[in-house]
Nanobody, 123 residues
């Protein structure tokens, strides 16, 4: 099993920045691709960003491209999401996910999930 713990969420104003972190523990050798998803109240969980094991490939949802940056430090078993120019529509619970696949961009390709961290952006 792999445990994922997110941190870094909070309440910010529109235009501000936040950096989310996700620390993996347990059988981390089984982890390849990692990603971030988010779920707003009353909506389905949606893809935000993904990164391959060696960080050679990254993928972003159209709504965050150019504002968010995903990165990882495999030596620290940590995944990051730098979020700039935040908008009220970015308000959601953000989830970290890990996959056995080299690259994964859909929910059903991920094997492990964190508990989520709340991000609230006020206008």
């Amino acid at each position: 099993q792999v445990q994922l713990v997110e941190s870094g969420g909070g309440l910010v104003q529109a235009g501000d920045s936040l950096r989310l972190s996700c620390v993996a523990s347990g059988r981390t050798f089984s982890v390849n691709g990692m990603g971030w998803f988010r779920q707003a109240p009353g909506k389905e969980r949606e893809f935000v960003a993904a990164i391959s094991w060696g960080a050679t490939n990254t993928y972003y949802a159209h709504s965050v491209k150019g504002r968010f940056t995903i990165s990882r430090d495999n030596a620290k078993n940590t995944l990051y999401l730098q979020m700039n120019s935040l908008k009220p529509e970015d308000t959601a619970v953000y989830y970290c996910a890990a996959s056995w696949r080299a690259e994964a961009t859909s929910r059903n390709e991920y094997n492990y999930w964190g508990q989520g961290t709340q991000v609230t952006v006020s206008s």
